[in-house]
Every structure is written in structure tokens, then in C-alpha cells.
């Protein structure tokens, strides 16, 4: 059954009426037909660089993270490290990798982080930003990875012992490593690769600039119900500049791609994320008396599925924040199926009472921001509101020229799909209403769900 009937069906069932909706063809349902769709074509022969091998590990408890080590020294300057496909590298120790200078990973083998949890919690490194831990860093200049191989950050047990506990949470003790982390790096490459299992956020890049993620697969994905793996954000980012992401799969528990304080000219072409938090700018000015913004981003041809956001900007409020600025950011060819608010601005997070968050609102100021060309339905959960922009209500925190142009997100509740905006300087390109009136509370008010989405027929 093609999916446009099958919302139709939905529709019925849930007792409501949707219009039918065309859904694009040829969208890949899982990591298969991603691959597909776009085959990574693997760099293969060397250029004559030098190869570099190590030797591989035995089982899983073979710790050859000295070797790993090594075989980048040897690789440093003009080689390549080969990691062969059907072997396997465990690392048991924290390495830092930070003297990097023209070197490749040709990384078709697999590399997996031991799972000791004590162990990592005691010796990993780590970034104040949100308590971060790391398993390892990367830095220097010209670096590549490439490959059909997988990072494997064998989350499992973190998940399974972080089950019920908050990372946002200031009492929070039980900290969970990065898969994988970069700093102070200078044309970066990771292409081709699978990203699997991360405990915690799955790429955190600091302090650099020329950064490319290509042709990506990246998943966690739990063996145990009550496990689920969270904050495992695809894409994460302090002070970075000139960052490309195209073609990746994502399948994770948090935010899809998410640059966080500091980052100028971002570009994102051609990425799916199935089952996450958003695709989110922020969250951003969370600390105390710090600057941070977000400006000249294009993110464009995305695809959202079972999500709780689609395009969102999240900034925080309270007495103890920063400030800042979000300028000239373009959300464009947006497909959405079930996610709860297809575009949402939060000026209130991260989860405060509307009290203080009025007493103390945001100090982020919002401007140049266009969704343009969404297609798709909402989840239900937010009933017949399907985008809600709430700006900060802060006098000295513009809010302008935010724009919608050719959105047709329907609600499975029926119509009309209504948009909330709240202090928002300018026209919006849309009929919006304001979260107090009537007819968004009674469209708040509405309920009605749709089942998981997944994507027919197949190409
Ligand atoms: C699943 O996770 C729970 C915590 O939510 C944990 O208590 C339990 O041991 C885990 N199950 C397995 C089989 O690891
Ligand atoms: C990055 O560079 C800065 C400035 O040179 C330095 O202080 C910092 O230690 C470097 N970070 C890493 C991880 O090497
Ligand atoms: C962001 O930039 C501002 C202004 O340059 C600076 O004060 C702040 O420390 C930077 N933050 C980070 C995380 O680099
Ligand atoms: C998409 O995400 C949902 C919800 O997390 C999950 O149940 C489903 O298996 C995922 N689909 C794919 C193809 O990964
Ligand atoms: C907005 O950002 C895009 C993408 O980086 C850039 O090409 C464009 O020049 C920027 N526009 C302005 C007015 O700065
Ligand atoms: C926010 O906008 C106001 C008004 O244009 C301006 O005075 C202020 O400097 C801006 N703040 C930042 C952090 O850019
Ligand atoms: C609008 O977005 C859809 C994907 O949802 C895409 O197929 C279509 O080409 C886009 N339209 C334009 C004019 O770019």
C-alpha cells in the first residue's frame, strides 16, 4: 500500500480526517536501502601513500589501543593506517590522538571501546560542556577517515545503568563517554563508516574548522525495553566553522544533527533521521554570562520520522544564562511523518516553569530564519498544532523576520493545522495564532494519534 493511503486509512482509524498527503518516492527504509540509494565508493588504493597495519584483536577482551596509537604515529605525516575488513580492534584505554598531521584512516575493519563502565568513568577524558567524557581525541591538521567499517561504542551496558537518570540533571553522577571526539582539528574527514552503539552524544567536534561527514550510517539501537539510548545526538559542536554533512542515515535516541555554542557556516545535505529529538540548533546560551551563536546555516533536504521535533531552535531562560544570537538560518525541503511539532522555537529550555521562564526569559536574539518547503503530518501529540514558534519575551531579545514559505504539514487531528507564534517581529508568511487564544488551546486541546511510520513503497 502506498504510504498517501495509508495515512488516508490512518486517518479513518483514528477518527479523524487528514487530506491526503503525496510522499516522495524512493526515500530508503532502513540502513540497507540507504546504501542503496547512495553507495559509498570506497577510496580503495592508497596514492601511493604508505600503509600502515597493526595487528587486530583476539576477542574482546584484546585491548590493542597501544597499537592503535602507534599505527597513527607511524601513519602521521603522508601514510595511511589500514584496518582490514573482518578484524577487529578493541580499545581498553583512553588515547589521545590530538598530534595528528596528514594522515588517512582507511577503516574497513571494526573498532569497539570496551564496555568496563567504572573504568572509563575514571579515566576518560573530559569537557566542562555539560560534563562531557570522551574515550578518546582527535586533533591536528588534514585528517581522513574512510571506509565501509564500523565505530562501535558497545553502549549497551552504559544505557542499561544510565536507565532513569538525566543528563541535564545538575545532580546527575553517571557519566557516559563520547564516541567520538575531535578538537582543534583542521580539514577533517569522516566518510563512509558506520557510528553504532554510542553511550552518549556520537560526534562532539570543538574548536575546529573544515569538518565533512559523509555517507554515514549512525545507529543505537538497545537490546533491552526499559534501555532506551539516550542523548545519543548524532552531531554535537562547540566553535566550529565550514562543517558539511551529506548523505548519512541516522537512527538514534536525541537531537539529529545539533550545533551547539559557536558555529558559523554549516551545511547539511541529504540526511534521514529516524526516531529523534529534532533537527536542532542549540541547545544554546545555557551558561551564565557566556556569548554564543549560530549563524549561516543551510540545512536542506532532511527527511523526519517518528520523531519529537522536526526543525527546532532551543535556547535557555532562567536567572543563571548566557546570551547570544541565531542569524540567518534556512530549514529547506523538509519531509516530516510523525513527529510531535514539525517546527518548534523553544525560548524555555531546558524544561523550566513558564513562571521564570517569564521572570528570566531568554537573552537569545533570533533572526533570519526561514523554513521553507515542508511537506508532511505530525504525530497528534501537540493535536491540530503543527509548528509553534515561542520567541523569548525578553524586550531586548529580537525575534524577527521568521519565515515560513510553502509549509504544508497537515495534522492526522484534522484540519485546519494550526500555527502557534508568540513574539515574533514581523510577518510570519503564514496565519499564526498566539499559544493563549482559543483556537490554539483547542487545537492543543484535540487528540488523535498515527502509528510508527515507516516509508512505502520501496524504491
Ligand atoms: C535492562 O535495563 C535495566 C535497567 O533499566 C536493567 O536493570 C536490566 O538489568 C537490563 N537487562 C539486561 C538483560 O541487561
Ligand atoms: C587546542 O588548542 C588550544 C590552544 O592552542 C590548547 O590550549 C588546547 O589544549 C588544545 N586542545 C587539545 C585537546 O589539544
Ligand atoms: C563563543 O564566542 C564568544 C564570543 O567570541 C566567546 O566569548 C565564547 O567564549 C565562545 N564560546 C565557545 C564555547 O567557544
Ligand atoms: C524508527 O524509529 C522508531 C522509533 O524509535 C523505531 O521503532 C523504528 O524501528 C525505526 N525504524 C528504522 C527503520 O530504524
Ligand atoms: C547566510 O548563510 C549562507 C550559508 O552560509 C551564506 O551563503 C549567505 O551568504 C548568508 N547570508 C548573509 C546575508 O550573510
Ligand atoms: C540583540 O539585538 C539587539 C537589538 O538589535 C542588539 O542591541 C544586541 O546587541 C543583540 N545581541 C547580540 C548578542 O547580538
Ligand atoms: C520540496 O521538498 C521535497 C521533499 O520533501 C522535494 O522532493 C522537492 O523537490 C522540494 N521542492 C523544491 C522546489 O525544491
Redesign the pocket.
Known sequence: MRSSNLLAVLSAVSGAVAAAIDLPANVPRNVDEFRQKHPYKNKGCHNQRPLVKIRSSADDTDDVADEFLEGLKKANNGGTLYLPKGELFMIGKPLDLTFLNDVHVHWDGEVKFTNDTPYWQANAFSHPFQNSLMFWKWGGNDISIYGEGILNGNGQRWWNEFAGLEILDPDNKYLRPVLFYAENATNFQMEGIHEKDSPCWTNFIVTSKGVSFKDLVITAESNNATSEPKNTDFFDSLNVEDVTVERVWVNIGDDCFSPKSNA????VNTMYCNGTHGQSMGSLGQYAGEMSFV????IENVWLLNGDNGARIKTWAGPDVGYGFV????FRNFWQARNDYSVQIDSCYFNIPSETCEQYPSQMNLT?ILFENFTGYTSGKRGAVVARLSCSTNPDAVCENIQFKNFNIKSPCGDPPVIICDGVKGDTGVDCVSADSAEAQAALGKTCSVPLATIDPPF
Not at 542569524?327 to 534556512?330: G, L
Open positions: 558559523t557556516n554549516l551545511h549563524k549561516d546555516v543551510v542569524d540567518n538560518v534556512t533570519n
